[in-house]
Structures are given as structure tokens and as C-alpha cells.
């Protein structure tokens, strides 16, 4: 089991990063007109590209900044803040985003990419964020398989919730699938048990039933959001920030919890 906790870390912090989301980065040579520069990216759909000195890029221009002089002039300056390495993985990735909504990314040595907030959306982005939203489901199953025993949560969960969750089971079980009435329960009805549980709630890191069911809420649109393909960023940004910062103890999990509590 250790070997597998072990394994499920080195998955969510390290096999996504900044070059799996990272665009390439147009870039023009200093010396362009910023005029001519300004065509080709209005064209094009680009509000920001890279300047290059020496064949090198060394600064960036945003299309708003574009003047009519050599597109130089109009540059700023990439420094550290703005710049990140193509192998940072995805939750530091975002905490720098939540600082700077755009960055840069280098590679081999060079400025070749750039990242926003936006990016998260892309494929690997989603996958990583439900593949987060998830594991905290199978966490949350699991602390009530754990903990309320003999079907006791039912007692958190209201007759009309309860008898949805006993229709598809029937109907699972119809289709010979091997589930318990448990595997049939929606998000909202284990953030719901674990909100009226204490004993449940203890083993979390929120301190009253109103937390848990506005993080539960937030975490369900995130969820919702990405199965369905929408957008992630307008509305749950903050939420996509709160896991990043909290990842390391979304691996860990309640078991040290539920471990001292036995």
C-alpha cells in the first residue's frame, strides 16, 4: 500500500508540467517594424509574441504596446518572475499563475513557449485537475466505508436522496454491475455525510459543516465543469488554486488521521 500511496504522489506531482499545457511562442526580430508586427498578429490572433536579439528571444511585446517604430522599442524584458522552466509541474505551475496570469517558458536553454491560466484547460491540464477532484472522492468513499459501517450514513442523507441512490443501484444491478449502495452515491451526498458526521468531519482539515459543503460545492462544479468540457478558468480558478496549494495533503489523505483516531 505504501508503494502505491508513493506511486499516486510521483503521478499528480510529476507527470504533468508546464511544456504538457505550454503554447509555442511567435517571436519577431527586434529590428521589425512594429507595424508590421502588429498585421501579422492581428491576423493571426496573437495578443503577445517574443522579441529576439541575436536570434535569441530576450524580451516580449504585447499587441496592445505595438507602435510604428522597430518592435524593440516597444519590448519588456523577460525577467525571472515571468519565466519558468518546461519541466515545472503543474501545481507550483499554477501557483505562479495565480501571481502572474501569463509566463514564459523555457526550454533547452531558451524562451520557446508561453503559458496562461487559460492553458489549464487544455488536455492535460483537465486531466490532471479530475484526476485531483477525483482522488478526493475516493478519499471521501472511502473515510465512509471506513467509518459508518452497516450502511450507517444513511442517517446523513435525506428519503428523497436516499431512495435515488437505491434506484440506480437497482439499475446497476440490472446491468450485473458488482456495487454496493454506496458506490452509487452522487458527490453532493458524501460531501453531505461527511458535513452532518463529526466523526468524519475530524479527519478533515474544515472545522464546521458550512465549510465543508461550500468547498464540497466548488469542488462538484469543478468537477461537473470538466466532464462536461466547460470552461474552467471564469468560474473556478480559485478553486484550481486552493488544490494546487493543497495537493501535498490531498495525497496524504486521512489515513494518519483515521490512523491515531483508532
Do not use: Y
Amino acid at each position: 500500500m505504501h508503494g502505491s500511496n508513493n506511486n499516486i504522489q510521483r503521478v499528480f506531482q510529476e507527470a504533468f508540467s508546464a511544456a504538457d499545457i505550454a503554447q509555442a511562442l511567435p517571436s519577431f526580430d527586434g529590428a521589425a517594424s512594429g507595424e508590421e508586427v502588429r498585421a501579422i498578429m492581428e491576423e493571426r490572433s496573437w495578443d503577445v509574441a517574443g522579441v529576439r536579439t541575436g536570434g535569441f528571444v530576450t524580451g516580449f511585446v504585447e499587441l496592445s504596446a505595438l507602435g510604428s517604430g522597430p518592435c524593440a522599442d516597444c519590448a519588456r524584458p523577460l525577467d525571472d518572475s515571468l519565466v519558468v522552466a518546461d519541466t515545472l509541474p503543474l501545481a507550483p505551475l499554477v501557483l505562479r499563475l495565480k501571481e502572474q496570469p501569463r509566463l514564459f517558458v523555457r526550454s533547452l536553454g531558451q524562451i520557446g513557449g508561453g503559458v496562461s491560466r487559460f492553458d489549464m484547460q487544455r488536455p492535460a491540464g483537465r486531466m490532471w485537475l479530475f484526476g485531483v477532484v477525483t482522488l478526493i472522492e475516493t478519499r471521501f468513499s472511502r473515510m465512509i466505508a471506513d467509518r459508518c459501517g452497516n450502511d450507517a450514513w444513511q442517517a446523513f442523507v435525506s428519503a428523497g436522496r436516499l431512495q435515488k441512490t437505491q434506484e440506480l443501484l437497482a439499475e446497476r444491478r440490472r446491468r450485473d454491475q458488482q456495487v454496493s449502495l454506496l458506490d452509487c452515491l452522487q458527490f453532493s451526498d458524501k460531501i453531505q455525510i461527511i458535513a452532518e458526521n463529526e466523526q468524519l468531519r475530524s479527519l478533515t482539515r474544515f472545522t464546521s459543516r458550512r465549510q465543508v459543503k461550500e468547498v464540497g460545492k466548488q469542488l462538484e462544479m469543478l468537477r461537473n465543469n470538466l466532464a462536461h468540457s466547460q470552461d474552467i478558468i471564469s468560474g473556478d480558478w480559485d478553486t484550481i488554486v486552493v488544490l494546487a496549494e493543497q495537493l501535498d495533503s490531498v495525497l496524504d489523505g486521512p489515513r494518519a488521521a483515521a490512523e491515531g483516531a483508532s
